[in-house]
């Protein structure tokens, strides 16, 4: 699910930028555009092995002068040793460096790089590279994919819990085939006594079934855990996910990128209304999904699914 937006910040000194609030300002940052922040803070270069492989960066932010080497050196490494193409931008109080040869020598033609002399501005620069670096994803087209996919990866998940919840017999079977005949079947399979015959495997079933209903079902197996807290939230928290995940989801299936007044917009034919999403409308849909996310971020936790 590209929501992510991933950065790797190595300085020796980074604890200063966490208690001034900086790593705070950039995730707020972020997430007005649309984008999951995920910062992985590196407090000593020594530690840097174990993080450079864990995410595909987005952006490398790194101070010049590191304790036991210089930013250039790191830079040289990502990217002639470790082949990495990531935006990179590195900072320094001082701008002697600008006149070493053997920096310069290290530094000549790499791409992608961004310099920052003081630290006083380098909030505002690091939120210009990371908008220089988001183009490519607030493309309309872009984003339609992004936003399909994510809302798919979001149906992954609740068939996953709703497995859960039937493996672990929180409901009984005849009320399991209540919930599906009333959410699912038609009328006219309804009439047929074959239907539960054929699909007696519940697991088998589960995944054919259409993302509106999924939800249906879903809410249903939670409404008798009501009980516990985190499950009360949760679909509380959830009234709004037909409209701002399943019904984005369909509009987006059925788009098409036009020119409304000089500006792209997607537009199509959704039953008899027409719509459509200008980009500000597509960070406010990006945000949404965010917020779904961790809701069922939330509710795994408060079911030990992943225990």
Not at 46 to 70: C, P, R
Not at 184 to 200: A, G, H, I, Q
Not at 259 to 280: T, Y
Not at 282 to 287: A, T, Y
């Amino acid at each position: 699910m590209k929501l992510e937006y991933k950065i790797l910040w190595i300085d020796n000194d980074l604890q200063s930028y966490i208690d001034n609030g900086s790593v705070n300002s950039i995730e707020e940052f972020l997430f007005e555009r649309g984008f999951e922040p995920i910062i992985e803070n590196v407090l000593d270069e020594a530690d840097l092995d174990q993080f450079i492989g864990k995410h595909d960066y987005d952006l490398i932010i790194s101070d010049y002068n590191l304790e036991n080497t210089t930013g250039d050196l790191i830079i040289e490494d990502i990217r002639n040793i470790r082949q990495l193409d990531t935006e990179i931008l590195f900072y320094t109080a001082q701008d002697s460096y600008k006149n070493k040869p053997e920096v310069k020598e290290r530094l000549a033609f790499i791409e992608r790089l961004t310099f920052q002399v003081g630290r006083d501005t380098l909030l505002d620069k690091i939120e210009k590279v990371i908008d220089l670096t988001l183009k490519k994803f607030l493309e309309l087209n872009a984003t339609r994919g992004i936003i399909t996919a994510a809302t798919s990866d979001l149906d992954v998940e609740i068939e996953g819990i709703v497995m859960l919840l039937v493996e672990r017999q929180q409901i009984s079977d005849e009320r399991l085939k209540e919930i599906i005949t009333s959410k699912v079947v038609s009328p006219m399979e309804n009439r047929l006594k074959t239907f539960w015959e054929k699909y007696d495997c519940f697991q088998n079933y589960f995944h054919k079934i259409d993302a509106i209903k999924k939800w249906e079902i879903f809410r249903d197996l939670l409404k008798p855990l009501k009980t516990q807290a985190e499950i009360d939230v949760f679909l509380e928290n959830n009234r709004t996910y037909q409209t701002q995940v399943i019904d984005i989801r369909n509009k987006f299936a059925h788009a098409r990128a036009e020119n409304v007044n000089g500006i792209m917009v997607l537009k199509g034919q959704f039953g008899r209304k027409d719509f459509h999403f200008d980009p500000n409308a597509c960070i406010q849909i990006r945000r949404n999904l965010i917020t779904h996310r961790r809701n069922i971020e939330g509710l795994k936790q408060a079911l030990h699914y992943n225990n």
